[in-house]
């Protein structure tokens, strides 16, 4: 058994079992990948693919077994490799990052630029997706930390700890007739044409709850991932804002007016998850300080030594968990 064959079986699994895809992605070759799987399955002596003719139906109950033990191999190979780096040199190496518009954009570029002060030989990666696409990339080991507000990784499979909280606020421009209102009332606000985040942004999710658990319905008529785009049409008067107070940047949005809600709206925490299993590099666990100075590298090797949901629960229960802060100018 080789592990260029865990790999293949990891890659036809993970492209639709389409080998020529899987072959295009490794560079390699479709004749090539076939041939190896089928020397696999002829030394495990089962077929690990159900087939319809020439082209792969689905994966047979053995051959799911069988790719689960694949990625847990394959990753404690790049577990070896990381190890072995960080005994040749403790200062080079590669941090990738996946993350959504809003934390790339106001929360991550201080943070970044003094890792790299700190770490001038560490290449960083930032990789920004949806919060499904960065929780894929997490789940392939594409990248080594996702940092996001909406739902991660199903449980067990990722280590999630608090980062920081924050909030939405209302924003219109000056001289809008809301501006010197004050707290708006949750009732008032749902009168007037909103534009804020699609589904699954920015926590969208604690947003809509609000305002159901008010009785209300918000008239939404615009939606976008990014805040930027938010407040472009917000200033067009296409609506009132609602955005992350994060996203607002002095000396930019300084013809918006932020607001707050009566009653206010639902704190959400941004959290940094990696794989269970994971090596964490000393950079890393400086990286994780960075971004959450409560987050000590015993917290976090308490979180990656017992990572039981319970455990990480009673970890992270009496946290106090910072409010985030944007450092764009």
Same mark, same amino acid.
């Given at each position: ?136 990339? $997490?789940?392939?080991?594409?990248? =080594? *930390? &996702?940092?996001?507000?909406? #739902?991660? @990784?199903?449980?067990?499979? !990722? ?120 090596? $964490?590099?000393?950079?890393?666990? =400086? *990286? &994780?300080?960075?971004?959450? #100075?409560? @987050?000590?590298?015993?917290? !976090? ?29």
């Amino acid at each position: 058994m080789k592990l260029q064959q865990l790999r293949y079986l990891q890659a036809i699994a993970r492209y639709n079992l389409n080998i020529s895809e899987a072959a295009d992605r490794l560079a390699t070759s479709q004749p090539g990948i076939s041939k190896q799987i089928r020397l696999l399955e002829e030394e495990l002596g089962v077929p690990l693919f159900q087939r319809n003719g020439k082209h792969l139906s689905g994966m047979t109950a053995v051959g799911r077994r069988v790719l689960e033990y694949s990625e847990v191999i394959l990753r404690e190979v790049e577990n070896i490799r990381a190890a072995a780096e960080e005994a040749r040199d403790e200062q080079a190496g590669d941090l990738r990052i996946a993350t959504t518009h809003a934390q790339a954009r106001y929360i991550l570029p201080p943070i970044v630029d003094a890792f790299r002060h700190r770490f001038p030989r560490v290449r960083v990666q930032i990789h920004q997706g949806t919060p499904r696409q960065i929780a894929d990339m $997490l789940s392939h080991d594409e990248v =080594d *930390f &996702i940092v996001a507000t909406e #739902p991660m @990784l199903a449980s067990g499979q !990722v280590i999630v700890l608090p980062a920081y909280r924050w909030s939405h606020c209302v924003v219109v421009p000056k001289g809008h007739e809301l501006a010197g209102a004050g707290a708006i009332p949750l009732e008032r606000l749902a009168d007037y044409p909103i534009v804020t985040y699609l589904d699954g942004f920015s926590g969208r999710t604690k947003l809509d709850a609000d305002f159901r658990r008010a009785g209300l319905t918000p008239d939404v008529v615009l939606t976008a991932a990014d805040a930027d785009v938010i407040k472009t049409y917000v200033r067009h008067g296409m609506g009132v804002g609602i955005i992350a107070r994060i996203a607002l940047e002095k000396g930019h949005d300084d013809d918006l007016v932020a607001l707050d809600t009566e009653p206010g709206l639902s704190e959400n925490i941004t959290r940094i998850g990696f794989r269970r299993g994971a090596w $964490l590099r000393g950079y890393m666990y =400086d *990286f &994780i300080t960075l971004l959450a #100075p409560h @987050l000590t590298h015993e917290h !976090v090797a308490q979180a990656a030594q017992n990572p039981d949901p319970e455990n990480l629960e009673a970890l992270c229960r009496n946290m106090e968990v910072p409010e985030g802060i944007s450092h764009c100018a």
